[in-house]
């Protein structure tokens, strides 16, 4: 598997890449990561990392031109490792894993699977990172397009992704898989968790109702439209606490939650590691989805289902893809919609309880890695055999 980014960390495709390994290395098979210099070890996975670079041995990745650096010393540490452990399949997540994964796999004369999670310029887009009326927005593009068609097998984490790589880049559908994201039964059941130990560790009162909200902090991932939401709902004396996980805490969110006068409804915890959020979302009575943007994934509610609690999400097509008609949906954006799905769901709690264990059960049924990994495994047999 070609990772890159600096796995592990506590978010998005890092946890798609760990379960894939783990569940991988649960049915027999041998998994080697190669990923970024950084990074945390995780037990029972193989994790082969680049060198430092001699110029910035303490880097922080992200969209930056330093990334181009991080990819050429990622390419010779992929073909090294290739060379050396010789596999049946290279297994390219990102667009940048299946550029790289490209020729060595060639070389090598086996499949490439890219695991695509979302658009490569509408990510860069969504991250300020590029200007979609600049000179270089249509070079990416056509690099993106590029990509897409050089695998000989591409899987999707939503529908929404699989419809956009044949609508607007004519992809083949015969060579798209959907394969969504899913959750660990085991690690994610609200069964037997320290709900009033952590209210407690938190400060949070025992009888408040709590609003939770897990990953990563950032505009295209509504945490403005979030606060907001808190706001509004202390202003129409709606009692809800708000425990928001997630990073990078950008000192203008500490302001906000200042600025708008809920600090006493609004905990910011930083990052939760991935072993302790099923813990973490115990406490919550609703769960909130308020991604604004739509080229991504949302692994996020899987979580939330899994653990039986109700969403209020922002109405994308990936959410309406998870949760169907179970979910609270706001356009995205609308403050004053979120919070009155918020505020409705808190006051119902017969309707809560009616909706979580259905929630679950969805999960279960259709998001769980312990039958996704087969599928996995029948995927490569069968691309192995040229079918």
């Given at each position: ?280 979302l115990s406490v919550g009575d609703v769960a909130v989805a ?98």
């Amino acid at each position: 598997m070609i990772a890159p980014t600096s796995f592990f960390s506590d978010y998005g495709c890092h946890v798609r890449i760990l379960e894939e390994s783990k569940t991988l290395g649960h049915l027999g098979h041998q998994v080697t990561v190669v990923t970024y210099r950084k990074g945390r070890a995780v037990d029972n996975i193989n994790i082969v990392r680049t060198p430092p670079l001699p110029w910035r041995a303490d880097y922080e990745v992200g969209s930056s031109r330093h990334k181009i650096a991080f990819d050429i010393f990622l390419f010779f540490t992929v073909l090294w490792a290739a060379l050396r452990t010789r596999p049946h399949v290279i297994h390219g997540h990102l667009h940048e894993g299946a550029l790289i994964g490209w020729p060595i796999a060639k070389l090598l004369g086996i499949p490439l699977v890219f695991d695509l999670q979302g658009s490569l310029t509408g990510e860069m887009v969504d991250h300020h990172f590029l200007n979609p009326d600049g000179l270089l927005y249509g070079p990416m593009r056509l690099l993106e397009s590029i990509i897409n068609k050089l695998p000989s097998t591409i899987l999707t984490s939503t529908l929404m992704a699989r419809d956009m790589l044949i609508e607007e880049f004519g992809v083949d559908e015969s060579r798209i898989l959907p394969f969504p994201d899913c959750v660990t039964q085991e690690s994610f059941a609200p069964e037997n968790r320290p709900r009033i130990e952590l209210k407690q560790h938190l400060g949070i009162p025992q009888d408040r109702p709590i609003v939770v909200y897990l990953g990563l902090l950032a505009d295209y991932q509504g945490t403005p439209t979030l606060l907001h939401s808190a706001a509004l709902l202390k202003e129409n004396n709606t009692d809800a606490h708000f425990l928001i996980m997630g990073y990078p805490v950008h000192e203008r969110y500490r302001q906000l939650v200042e600025n708008l006068g809920i600090s006493d409804r609004v905990t910011l915890t930083g990052k939760i590691p991935y072993h302790q959020a099923a813990d973490y979302l115990s406490v919550g009575d609703v769960a909130v989805a308020p991604k604004v943007s739509a080229t991504e994934g949302s692994g996020k509610v899987l979580n939330y289902m899994a653990m039986g609690i109700p969403v209020v999400a922002t109405d994308t097509p990936v959410h309406r893809e998870y949760l169907q008609e179970m979910g609270v949906y706001a356009p995205p954006g609308d403050v004053r919609a979120f919070a009155s799905g918020i505020e409705e769901l808190l006051l119902d709690t017969k309707r809560r309880q009616q909706m979580g264990p259905a929630l679950r059960k969805r999960v279960l049924d259709e998001y769980s890695w312990d039958t996704a990994g087969i599928k996995l495994v029948d995927i490569y047999r069968r691309i192995i055999q040229g079918a």
